[in-house]
């Protein structure tokens, strides 16, 4: 037993070295950039047998570090082509973290291509000594028709948050329902089923700065009379997209070409957030004061996990941080802090001068967080004596003054007496 412990422990400690090796790398590429490939438009869709096919092509810089020279190279394999090898690679430039940029390839479909799906790789590189990564893509090609009179409505959307903020993620969520309400429908003397098909759908954004990040649904199934089916899209905004009302649209190939439908999905971008506003005067007198804030959500819908917190230069607030949580779209809640000045700060000795004061508000949209700054307002530096000391010194003036009166009077009468 003896002689089997040394072969043990190294086996242990070589193990221990290799996964120390293997790990170092795995935390450097972490740290990299790291580009990630979506298509993210498919136009038409399905791809049309003998007709050219645009493709928009999304690229995302997922790592820490800034991408310097990013490529996108397309490779086409029968039955696509290119309408010109010139265009396989397209250049993007600089990319940082967390920030994205797409490119369209123009590609054309054999005239004898079968109906199906069929692949194709797409690479991209961070610069030009960078080595090539491959990805492969599934496009299908054509469509096929049926004889189910079932149609489809669109019934609901959901967007979550309900209006964007400029740089927000979000999904779009559509219901579909099949509104027919009997199992079959007699039309010129012949029976037909009135199943509902979704052979694809596929949303598309019509406003710069909007990407949907999901491919398209494909074989969505049957859908009886009366049934629904929630199809869900993940929607990126950009930081400088623009304010207001923006367009999606929603292609659904269903039953047959007769049947194949375009949906408007509208999108709300608000940038207004949290407002901060003083409620009473901000004054700290003899080092203290309660000061008091009325806190609004401007934004269209609700907001999460809102809290605000102040900062002044040789101030300390009680709490540090005020939790509200969650807020109504217009609900305005109104917060107190208690501002106690430490003498030990350079910032309060000697001085009346105003004290700067900074609130930040903290607060969720959907699963973006974020936070806003007030800062142009200032605390005044009040010095008062102390209302109770000079009372009581009147006060004992008072009565001093009232006992010799008593005095003197006492006196008199003494005198009058005898």
């Not at 859908?223 to 993940?234: A, E, H, Q, V, Y």
């Amino acid at each position: 037993m003896t002689g089997l412990k040394t072969p043990i422990a190294f086996v242990v400690i070589f193990l221990l070295l290799v996964s120390f090796i293997f790990a170092a790398p795995a935390s450097a590429a972490t740290a990299s950039a790291n580009l990630k490939i979506t298509i993210v438009e498919t136009n038409p869709y399905p791809a049309k047998i003998g007709q050219y096919l645009d493709l928009t092509v999304q690229v995302e810089n997922v790592g820490r570090d800034r991408a310097d020279d990013v490529d996108i190279e397309i490779v086409p394999e029968y039955p696509f082509s290119l309408d010109s090898k010139a265009n396989a690679v397209q250049n993007i430039g600089a990319l940082s973290p967390d920030k994205f940029a797409s490119k369209e390839f123009h590609l054309f479909v054999d005239k004898n291509a079968q109906k199906g799906i069929r692949s194709i790789d797409i690479r991209t590189r961070l610069d030009k000594t960078s080595p090539w990564s491959e990805k492969t893509f599934d496009i299908r090609i054509g469509t096929e028709t049926f004889d189910s009179k079932g149609t489809l409505e669109l019934k609901e959307v959901i967007s979550n948050p309900e209006a964007f903020m400029p740089g927000d993620k979000g999904t779009v969520t559509v219901i579909l329902s099949n509104t027919a309400t009997t199992p079959t429908v007699t039309i010129d003397g012949k029976d037909y089923d009135t199943n509902a098909r979704i052979q694809a759908a596929v949303l598309r954004s019509l406003s710069d700065g909007i990407v949907v990040l999901d491919a398209p649904y494909e074989e969505m199934g049957l859908l009886g009379p009366g049934d629904s089916i929630k199809l869900t899209f993940n929607i990126m905004v950009s930081e400088d997209v623009s304010e207001g009302t923006h367009n999606l649209e929603l292609a659904i190939e269903g039953n047959s070409f007769d049947y194949n439908s375009r949906k408007n999905i509208p999108l709300e971008v608000d940038s207004s957030n949290v407002r901060v506003i003083p409620s009473k005067p901000l004054k700290l007198v003899n080092g203290e004061a309660t000061l008091e804030f009325d806190v609004a959500n401007t934004h269209p819908n609700g907001f999460d996990s809102v809290s605000i917190k102040p900062e002044a230069e040789g101030i300390k607030f009680y709490p540090a941080e005020y939790f509200i949580g969650p807020m109504d779209a217009d609900e305005l809640f109104t917060i107190e802090f208690d501002a106690v000045a430490d003498p030990s700060s350079d910032n309060m000795k000697g001085t009346s001068e105003p004290i700067n004061l900074s609130l930040s508000a903290s607060y969720g949209n959907g699963i973006n967080k974020h936070e806003n700054l007030v800062s142009n307002l200032q605390i005044q530096q009040v010095e008062e004596n102390q209302g109770n000391s000079s009372g009581m010194i009147v006060l004992g003036v008072l009565l001093v003054a009232l006992a010799a009166a008593g005095v003197l009077i006492y006196r008199k009468r003494q005198r009058e007496n005898k």
